[in-house]
């Protein structure tokens, strides 16, 4: 009976692990589902923000802005690394790490400095571990952030570019398509020379917008906000890269316990039904050894 107890004992702990995972299952799903929310309001924002900029542009196409051109040389490089604050979401993060070494590597063979600004507390862990020298802020990642929360942080770097003080700006994190979660490395500044194509500039537009002070200081403008915007949608985007990863992770830990409870109770049963053999085995034994 020793070994049922044990097999006993051993089902109820997989089933209070099974409880566990199931929950945090539910809560990585409910989580996933307001981030997605976010970024249906914050997409909706950036799409207007890129018919603003297609229509400025049509009258202010030959102004040299300064996020729309690469530098002539490369100096310096900031690169932003998203990662999650936790763990418990597979190789989301060591996927993006690996991403952001291979950059750096090849930036740092060219003598070109890279400056990191590390968001999510494993990025800030691994980095800090690898003894990375030129880290130059960190911020958590929370599921509540906001972009009130973020704009100091992103209006620092994105001012680092605009003040020459940076020649290019990249941002490394995950993005979910088709259910398949896949690290990426994006320039964000200056902008890719695809940019007007994928807003949708036009030259024929009929009418334009009326500027006060000057066109110009609007373009800055826009174009600064739009980057910024941009920063926000692709971290709400690797949030729900981490949720998802962690809501498939814990299902499968779900199931994965479902199956071992079975196994455990199918051996109980068996060395249960021993049990209860031998038992009746000595009955008989007993009664025959009386008869005689």
């Not at 297609?54 to 530098?71: A, I, P």
């Not at 310096?76 to 690394?81: E, R």
């Not at 316990?257 to 109980?268: A, F, K, P, T, V």
């Amino acid at each position: 009976m020793a070994n049922t107890k044990i097999i006993r004992d051993k089902i109820i702990s997989i089933k209070n692990t099974q409880k566990i995972t199931k929950t945090m299952e539910m809560i990585a799903i409910s989580k996933m589902k307001k981030v997605k929310q976010k970024i249906s309001i914050s997409a909706s924002y950036l799409y207007g923000i890129k018919k603003i900029i297609s229509h400025t542009f049509d009258s202010t196409l030959k102004y040299q802005c300064n996020f729309l051109y690469e530098r002539s040389k490369v100096n310096t490089v900031n690169i932003i690394i998203l990662s999650s604050n936790r763990g418990l979401c597979g190789n989301l993060n060591y996927n993006v790490f690996k991403k952001a070494i291979s950059l750096i590597q090849k930036y740092n063979k060219k003598d070109v400095k890279c400056n990191l600004y590390l968001m999510g507390m494993k990025s800030i862990l691994f980095f800090k571990n690898y003894n990375y020298a030129n880290i130059q802020q960190v911020i958590n990642l929370d599921d509540n952030i906001t972009y009130e929360m973020l704009y100091p942080v992103t209006k620092k770097i994105i001012n680092s570019f605009n003040n020459n003080h940076c020649d290019k700006l990249f941002i490394i994190g995950n993005n979910n398509t088709l259910n398949k979660v896949k690290p990426y490395v994006l320039q964000l500044l200056p902008l890719a020379s695809n940019f007007f194509t994928d807003i949708g500039y036009t030259k024929y537009n009929q009418w334009d917008y009326l500027y006060e002070p000057e066109s110009m200081l609007a373009i800055d403008f826009i174009l600064q906000r739009y980057v910024l915007f941009q920063i926000f949608q692709l971290i709400l985007e690797n949030i729900v890269c981490e949720q998802f990863c962690r809501m498939v992770i814990m299902k499968t830990a779900t199931e994965n316990s479902e199956n071992i409870i079975q196994e455990l109770q199918l051996l109980y049963n068996k060395i249960r039904q021993y049990s209860i053999t031998q038992e009746i085995i000595e009955i008989i034994s007993g009664s025959s050894t009386d008869i005689n």
